[in-house]
């Protein structure tokens, strides 16, 4: 079946650090989601990506949709406490696959003040 | 804004008794999708309803079955519940099936 492979898995950094994390797939994907998950919490949608080569920007969140398709990267700029969660990038292919999201492994991140 | 709703947010259950969980989507949303999510994991797919039809199926055991309601809400029912049934169970909404799906908080299913 698609998977997606998520990276880094974890990262840890200082406060107002910038931070980069990105998913690839070798299937197609029509859209791609990025979500925050808190513990105990469901992931809420931080960024949706609809076309190819798209670049769309979130408060201090920015993520693109690669040319190809098959990827997708989310930065946070001038990271905060607040940030600190489990961010999931999920891909929706569309056909026989309508409406089932494929989710990244997640990339953990912890911010230190 | 209104958001997804699930009940209960959490349930204790034994072996090989059954479980009903209960979602109930955003306003206007017409499609639901329920997933699992086992600890350090991300969430799989379990199955997903359209206008109260099934419209998607994943890794859904034989024993779990669900169903979306005429208000638009779905339960998710799991019998002869297995130890390895421990887990988050999300359910999320969208409008049609090619919108981002909003999700909720989840029911944190133990099984002893």
Redesign the interface.
Known sequence: GQQLNQSPQSMFIQEGEDVSMNCTSSSIF??W?W?KQDP??????LI?LYKAGELTSNGRLTAQFGITRKDSFLNISASIPSDVGIY?CAG?A?G???????????TILTVHP | AAG?IQSPRHLIKEKRETATLKCYPIPRHD?V?W?QQGPG?????LI?F?EKMQ??K?SIPDRFSAQQFSDYHSELNMSSLELGDSALY?C?S?LG??Q???????T?LSIL
């Open positions: 029509n859209t989601l979500y105990g919490e469901g992931p809420v949608l949706a999931f929706l569309g026989t696959s309508y409406g089932k999201l494929t989710f990244g492994q997640g | 997804v499609t999708y997933y994991q991300d969430p799989q797919f997903s359209y419209s998607d994943g999300f999320a969208s099936g090619s981002p799906q909003h999700f909720g908080d989840g944190r």
